[in-house]
Every structure is written in structure tokens, then in C-alpha cells.
């Protein structure tokens, strides 16, 4: 990653504590994302294996002594230009394991993003600010000054408080918020959701 997709910044750290995966972290505003690393892993020593085949064909590959990567597993290299190469016998359990742990790490760094963007997310924020200290003063503010009743209804007691905008939400003024009971804020939502 180059640049920031989220803040157009160049400063970008990469971390390695993935065997098999790049994390990369915008340093102004900590927006991170992860690729496959160029490297099959931290100490790549790629060497020539033969691999026998259950036909009794063999293919040559090329293959990770340290991580047990493989990456011409599709295209085998030449025996002409690359048999006088050949170091070992290929090995299918460390490249199964290979693929196991660059699986697993992909699922660990998945999760780790997808709670990153829920924790980011808008509604992540309102809902965290909804049990703050912050929003609990104002909305108790706000059905004192409707004298604790619904505002849409005038005949229940309010126990909520409905945002009238979200322009300033975070921030709202005692002009942007309504006491009201819970079936009537129920009903409000219902209504706001058919005119958008």
C-alpha cells in the first residue's frame, strides 16, 4: 500500500508479524489493511525439489526450505534447464502446512479487520455513544424539559428521547431531540424509514 485509502497520506508503516501476510497501518489515521507478502515468508530459501508423481510422471518446483511454500505449484519448471538443480524430494506435508498456517493467519487477520471496521463504522459509534455519560445527561436534560411526557402522544410518560436530526449527532442541541414513549418513537422510525 502507498498511499492511504482512506486519508490520501504516504506515511504508511508495514508490519510483519504475520509469516505470510503484510499489515499495513496509515500512521495519520491509523486505517489498517493486510495483502499477501511478496515473500513466501520472513527467511524465504527457495530451493529446486523433484516431485514423483502417483502416475510416475515428476515435476520440478521450486520450494521454501523454511516455510514450505511453493510458488510455481501450477507451473512446474523445466527438467531440461532445471534438473541438474535439484536439491530434494518435494515435500507435500510442509507444503500442506504452509498452506495451513497462511490459511489460518488470513482467518486471524479477516476477523481482526472485520472488527476494526465494525468498531469504525457509524452505527458502531452511535449505538457506543448512546450508553455514554455524555448522551445520558442530555436525554434526561431533555424529558425534564418536556416535563417527562411524550411529545408526539401527550398522554405517556417519555422514556426515550428521539433525534428530530442527525446533522449534529454527537453533538446535538436540546432543539434536535423529542421526549417520547416507546411506542411512539417506534412509530416515528417506521415513518422515517418510508420517506427515505
Not at 487477520?109 to 448512546?130: C, D, F, I, P, Q
Not at 445527561?137 to 402522544?153: P, S, W
Request: charged fraction near 35%; aromatic fraction near 10%; charge should be positive.
Amino acid at each position: 500500500m502507498q498511499e492511504c485509502p482512506k486519508c490520501s497520506s504516504k506515511t504508511i508503516v508495514t508490519e510483519r508479524h504475520y509469516n505470510h501476510w503484510n499489515v499495513y497501518e496509515c500512521v495519520n489515521c491509523k486505517y489498517w489493511t493486510y495483502w499477501h507478502s511478496d515473500e513466501c515468508c520472513k527467511k524465504p530459501h527457495e530451493i529446486v525439489t523433484i516431485d514423483h508423481k502417483p502416475s510416475g510422471h515428476i515435476a520440478l518446483y521450486y520450494q521454501c526450505i523454511n516455510c514450505g511454500s511453493s510458488p510455481n505449484r501450477n507451473k512446474p519448471l523445466s527438467a531440461k534447464k532445471f534438473g541438474e538443480q535439484i536439491r530434494l524430494e518435494f515435500s507435500n506435508s510442509r507444503f500442506s502446512k504452509f498452506k495451513e498456517i497462511k490459511e489460518r493467519e488470513r482467518q486471524e487477520l479477516a476477523e481482526a479487520k472485520a472488527g476494526y471496521n465494525l468498531r469504525n463504522s457509524k452505527r458502531y459509534k452511535y449505538h457506543k455513544y448512546l450508553t455514554s455519560d455524555k448522551w445520558k445527561e442530555l436525554r434526561e436534560k431533555v424529558k425534564k424539559r418536556d416535563n417527562y411526557l411524550c411529545q408526539e402522544c401527550k398522554t405517556k410518560k417519555a422514556e426515550e428521547v428521539h433525534h428530530l436530526t442527525y446533522e449534529n449527532v454527537f453533538n446535538e442541541k436540546m432543539s434536535d431531540l423529542i421526549s417520547v414513549c416507546s411506542e411512539c418513537h417506534k412509530k416515528l422510525h417506521k415513518s422515517e424509514q418510508k420517506t427515505v
